[in-house]
């Protein structure tokens, strides 16, 4: 039997193309079609002595022109020559990289499966070395993902976070339960307190990354259904005041928050219980935008017991610092601010509204009812300006809203 024998045989031109789609980086400029800038798969030569691929020169010359795409010369003949030379460098060329790629591919395979095999019967340094082959190599091989799932990867991975767990175990394990996609199985069994607990344990003392990966996973947990933790609020609470790593992690876990609290009425009085309140009040001014939004919400959310109306009327720099973010990002922010003005209000009038004018509330809901905003916030604003205007005299009252002569 010859070499060439036991050669598999390639699959068509046009298919080994749309297969190796995506690692066209590397394919020799004189392959691609001077048109579509794609690879070939019928190049044909016409008489100036330019190659394109069949179809897209046939279809520039059914649009009446007479010309060579590429020099612009006038074409004397019409003809189409097959450039057999060419079609076949291509196809070799294609068909040693679809086997190589493919080759590469059964070898990362059958380390992953290497990989897997181990975790089984190494513990300690030796299980933490295999985990983090196995995270790179799903980093660096998206492909053998769904490998990793068919030999009962995802089981076996999951299994490994347990009570005992160290930290070093949890966070690569982490990390690669983040990139496949979790079987509601799974899913349920990683939901056990134990195990959501050490998820906290881990997110509080891992790396930026692992903060993320965690956060990442606790939120498919969380889409998932109900994570009742007190455990876990405490934990998102610590990652939104995390200092070293502000940039997405606190993001994170303000989202993670924000929808523990929109799903669970329970979580609202956990909140206040873990002093979420004035810890998120203190926070606001040192916000972005997308954090300030999501934040209010919260606090609006709370605002709806009893207890987070208390909680927000005891916070010393409640009120203060809802006006001062005022006019600040979105209509939706002055909602959730307004909002939560009013439920301070409500158990303190005149504190709530002597504090708010002196910051400058007043001026600030004029401007807002002369805009051309949303009309429940006007009209939300307008009552407010009411209410707060009610332990002044009217020239007092002006004087507080920084009006000009003619405005007044």
Excluded at 22 to 37: A, Q, W
Excluded at 104 to 111: F, P, R, Y
Excluded at 113 to 139: I, M, P, T, Y
Excluded at 263 to 290: C, K, Y
Aim: proline share 5%; hydrophobic share 45%.
């Amino acid at each position: 039997m010859t070499m060439q024998e036991t050669m598999p045989t390639p699959p068509p031109l046009k298919v080994l193309i749309e297969e190796m789609e995506s690692s066209m980086e590397d394919v020799p400029s004189v392959f691609i079609c001077p048109i579509s800038l794609e690879p070939m798969r019928d190049p044909v030569t016409l008489c100036t002595g330019q190659t394109y691929d069949r179809s897209n020169i046939l279809k520039w010359l059914s649009l009446g022109h007479n010309t060579c795409p590429t020099t612009m010369q006038d074409l004397w003949d019409l003809s189409l020559t097959p450039n057999t030379t060419l079609h076949r460098f291509i196809l070799t060329w294609f068909s040693h990289n679809y086997f190589s790629i493919n080759k590469s591919l059964q070898d990362v395979q059958g380390t992953a499966f290497h990989l897997l095999e181990s975790l089984n019967k190494v513990k300690g340094q030796a299980r933490v070395k295999s985990l983090k082959e196995l995270r790179h190599l799903l980093d660096s091989h998206a492909s053998i993902r769904k490998t990793v799932v068919e030999h009962n990867g995802l089981a076996l991975v999951s299994s490994l976070l347990g009570p005992f767990t160290s930290h070093a175990v949890g966070s690569e394990a982490v990390g690669i339960l983040v990139k496949l996609d979790l079987s509601s199985e799974v899913k349920k069994n990683l939901m056990h307190p134990s195990k959501v607990s050490l998820l906290v344990d881990i997110m509080n003392e891992g790396t930026i990354e692992t903060k993320m990966n965690c956060a990442k996973l606790i939120e498919i947990l969380l889409l998932e259904g109900h994570v009742s933790s007190l455990s876990l609020l405490v934990g998102l609470l610590r990652l939104v005041r995390d200092k070293k790593h502000p940039t997405g992690v606190v993001l994170n876990g303000l989202i993670l928050i924000k929808m523990m609290c929109s799903s669970q009425e329970s979580v609202r009085t956990s909140i206040v219980r873990i002093g979420a309140v004035p810890q998120l009040v203190d926070l606001l001014p040192t916000l972005n935008d997308e954090c300030l939004e999501i934040a209010l919400f919260i606090l609006e959310v709370v605002s709806t017991i009893p207890e987070g109306r208390m909680a927000l009327k005891d916070c010393p720099n409640a009120v203060l610092n809802v006006v001062k973010l005022l006019m600040r990002v979105s209509e939706r922010c002055k909602l959730f601010a307004l909002s939560i003005l009013w439920a301070i209000y409500k158990l303190a009038p005149e504190q709530c509204a002597s504090e708010a004018v002196e910051a400058g509330l007043a001026a600030k809901l004029l401007l807002v009812i002369q805009s051309g905003c949303n009309p429940v916030l006007k009209h939300m604003s307008a009552e407010f300006l009411k209410l707060c205007s009610l332990n002044y005299s009217a020239s007092i009252f002006i004087s507080k809203c920084m009006l000009t002569t003619t405005i007044q």
